[in-house]
């Protein structure tokens, strides 16, 4: 019986262990600096510290950390993939006031800078964003990956074998 309440003990505490450490992983992921153009000067930021308002600057290779509005940009082309399931890449084109606007000056939160460079007025921010509203949407509906109901499943027989020997 001892060994049953023991094997539950640290089942339940590796899976806590590792849950504390995903946690972790997916915080680091998300940290990054972006440029942004404040007091008239370009400034690194933490994407965490972006604000409605904000204009900032973006390169080839970049993901777009919030919702925004092209404002100027060389040959932008989005990767939008991750939000929208389209494979081909999007071409952007800059808003321009008082003119017939034929393009798409929408970037969204998560995609990628596939070519180009640009900059762009902050819209939306966090949890406002597309991509925020769908993971606040999907938190609801959060089952384990098969990877870790394949590792909860190893941790507890581990933890099982080593209390029967």
Same mark, same amino acid.
Request: glycine share 8%.
């Given at each position: 019986?001892?060994? %049953? &309440?023991?094997?539950?003990?640290?089942?339940?505490?590796?899976?806590?262990? $590792?849950?504390?450490? *995903?946690? $972790?992983?997916?915080? +680091?992921?998300?940290?990054? /600096?972006?440029?942004?153009?404040?007091?008239? $000067?370009?400034?690194? %930021?933490?994407?965490?510290?972006?604000?409605?308002? /904000?204009? *900032?600057?973006?390169?080839?290779?970049?993901? %777009? =950390? #919030?919702?925004?509005?092209?404002?100027? @940009?060389?040959?932008?082309?989005?990767?939008?993939? !991750?939000?929208?399931?389209?494979?081909?890449? %999007?071409?952007?084109? =800059?808003?321009?006031?008082?003119?017939?606007?034929?393009?798409? =000056? *929408?970037?969204? !939160?998560?995609?990628? &800078?596939?070519?180009?460079?640009?900059?762009? +007025?902050?819209? #939306? &921010?966090?949890?406002?964003?597309?991509?925020?509203?769908?993971?606040?949407?999907? $938190? /609801?509906?959060?089952?384990?990956? =098969?990877?870790?109901?394949?590792?909860? !499943?190893?941790?507890? @027989?581990?933890? #099982?074998?080593? *209390?029967?020997?």
């Amino acid at each position: 019986m001892l060994a %049953i &309440v023991l094997c539950v003990f640290i089942g339940s505490y590796n899976n806590w262990s $590792k849950e504390k450490q *995903f946690q $972790k992983l997916m915080a +680091v992921r998300e940290e990054r /600096d972006v440029i942004v153009l404040r007091d008239g $000067k370009d400034t690194s %930021i933490s994407v965490h510290n972006l604000l409605v308002g /904000d204009i *900032f600057k973006f390169n080839a290779g970049d993901q %777009i =950390p #919030c919702d925004c509005i092209l404002l100027t @940009g060389n040959k932008v082309s989005i990767d939008e993939s !991750s939000q929208t399931g389209e494979t081909q890449e %999007i071409d952007k084109h =800059p808003l321009v006031l008082n003119e017939q606007f034929n393009g798409n =000056p *929408f970037l969204i !939160s998560g995609t990628l &800078v596939k070519e180009g460079t640009g900059t762009a +007025v902050v819209v #939306c &921010v966090g949890e406002r964003t597309k991509l925020g509203r769908t993971r606040e949407l999907m $938190k /609801d509906e959060e089952d384990l990956t =098969p990877l870790q109901r394949k590792l909860e !499943s190893i941790a507890d @027989g581990i933890a #099982c074998l080593l *209390f029967e020997v």
